[in-house]
């Protein structure tokens, strides 16, 4: 049996690694294997995990979020938002790559789309900052980094799914993941302000004159988004919602302050919609793929063979931490966050379980690993974003020497979690306490 469960996680791979569709590969494989080795019957429990899938209230806060942050894409906030901050952040040294990460963070906080974040400041930032001298690399590694913070920062699209995943309160993982978010936009800020000052000459500061600046249009620019992102993640916080009642909020406020910004009209909505149709039924379609390669997986005994491998580690529940984090981090390289969440998250879980493992400490550091997946090659998807958008004078080994530091960031963000769990679990437990949990 052991042949047949590496024999059964090698074709999913090698298949996967062939570009064929995930959600496709992994049912086929779940199909092949369990008819040989399981039988037909085997296979009467699989409609009952798939309406499982189709009937889970909290995972109908996915297509709320992408909604919204398709919306708000169309609705020409992100660039309201960069033009403020450059103009805000353009005196010092390195102060538009500073601004690129706090819009990052903010268009994380709002949107949460990996991909139309990095394209619009890849469109919008990167010209201005090569413009003004910028370094090739340090200006898209900042970019290409910026915008996967819609990872780790509420509300995000992965957070959902691994709560789903590993049966953790969706709310909680909201709340224990905003530290973690502001530790590494922090981070990423720090490394820029030192590398500039270090180095003036790759992120120099603007003149004078093309500062113009004005208070009025900072609040104007900057107020309706916080109003957004405190109107869906504080009704999360304070208890007033539920994430997929508050992932509704987002959706409504997000129509809003588009019509606010005079794009909500009937083609960018029927476009947002179909975007949004498409990326939901992607999301969904690998689940149930990933569902019966689960079930297939345990039923020929995979599951009690990872347990006896990881159980068995030295360090204990050190050592299965270090693989199990190498492990993400190395399959981040070839296979997309999505794939990782479903296909390897259920098998590591339950061996969190048995180790003890506070499971909210543990998904904050897998949500912050799989970041990582976006800006490592050969499959990093925000560093295909950033090419297809880039001038031609930004090549992809600018972009793959520009990533480097903050992928480090990423790592030293990880071991900072693990050193210090309070940094995950201190606010939802204050959460909980002021709810009187």
């Known amino acids: 049996m052991t042949a047949i469960v590496v024999l059964m996680f090698l074709s999913l791979m090698l298949l996967l690694l062939m570009g064929y569709p995930v959600a496709f590969t992994s049912g086929f494989v779940a199909l092949v294997f369990g008819l040989i080795f399981l039988g037909v019957d ?27 942050g398709i919306v708000l894409d169309r609705s020409g906030i992100a660039e309201d938002l960069l033009e403020t901050m450059g103009k805000l952040c353009g005196k010092l040294n390195g102060g538009l790559a500073f601004s690129v990460v706090i819009v990052g963070a903010m268009l994380a906080a709002t949107t949460g789309v990996v991909g139309a974040t990095v394209v619009t400041m890849g469109i919008i930032a990167l010209p201005t900052m090569l413009k003004h001298n910028y370094s090739a690399s340090l200006a898209s590694g900042t970019i290409a980094a910026s915008g996967t913070l819609g990872q780790i920062i509420p509300p995000s699209i992965i957070l959902i799914l691994l709560g789903d995943v590993m049966g953790v309160p969706v709310g909680r993982l909201f709340v224990g993941s905003i530290i973690p978010g502001l530790l590494l936009v922090s981070l990423f800020i720090a ?3 030192i590398y500039s000052w270090y180095k003036p000459s790759v992120a120099p500061a603007l003149n004078v004159e093309n500062n113009n600046f004005n208070f ?9 988004p916080l109003l957004l992102i405190l109107a869906v993640l504080g009704s999360i916080f304070f208890g007033i919602a539920t994430p997929t009642e508050s992932a509704s909020v987002g959706a409504i406020g997000a129509l809003i302050l588009a019509g606010c910004h005079r794009r909500l009209n009937l083609k960018n909505l029927n476009e947002s919609m179909r975007h949004t149709t498409k990326l939901t039924s992607m999301v ?5 793929g990933a569902t019966a390669f689960g079930l297939v997986f345990r039923g020929i005994g995979g599951d009690r063979l990872v347990l006896d491998v990881m159980s068995n580690l030295p360090a204990g529940v050190w050592g299965f931490l270090f693989v199990s984090m190498l492990l993400i981090f190395i399959l981040g390289f070839f296979l997309d966050f999505l794939q990782i969440c479903f296909i390897v998250i259920p098998i590591l879980a339950p ?3 048995g180790f003890q493992i506070d499971l909210l400490w543990f998904a904050i550091l897998i949500a912050i690993n799989l970041q990582t997946s ?4 050969p499959f990093g998807f925000s560093l295909f974003y950033l090419k297809a958008v880039a001038p031609p004078s930004i090549n992809i080994k600018n972009i793959y020497s520009g990533i480097i530091p903050f992928v480090l960031i990423q790592l030293i963000t990880i071991l900072l979690i693990v050193l210090i769990p309070d940094l995950t679990t201190w606010l939802p437990d204050l959460m909980d306490r002021a709810h009187g949990l």
């Not at 009025?216 to 309706?224: H, K, W």
């Not at 969904?284 to 149930?288: A, D, G, R, S």
């Not at 976006?374 to 090659?377: G, M």
Request: aromatic share 20%; no cysteine; hydrophobic share 70%.
């Open 351 to 353: 061996i969190a379980v």
């Open 191 to 193: 490394y820029i302000l």
């Open 374 to 377: 976006f800006l490592t090659p």
């Open 284 to 288: 969904f379609m690998i689940l149930i």
């Open 42 to 68: 085997f296979f009467t429990l699989l409609p009952l995990r798939i309406w499982g899938i189709l009937t889970n209230f909290t995972l109908l806060a996915v297509p709320l979020f992408i909604f919204m």
């Open 216 to 224: 009025l249009q900072l609040l104007s620019t900057v107020f309706p």
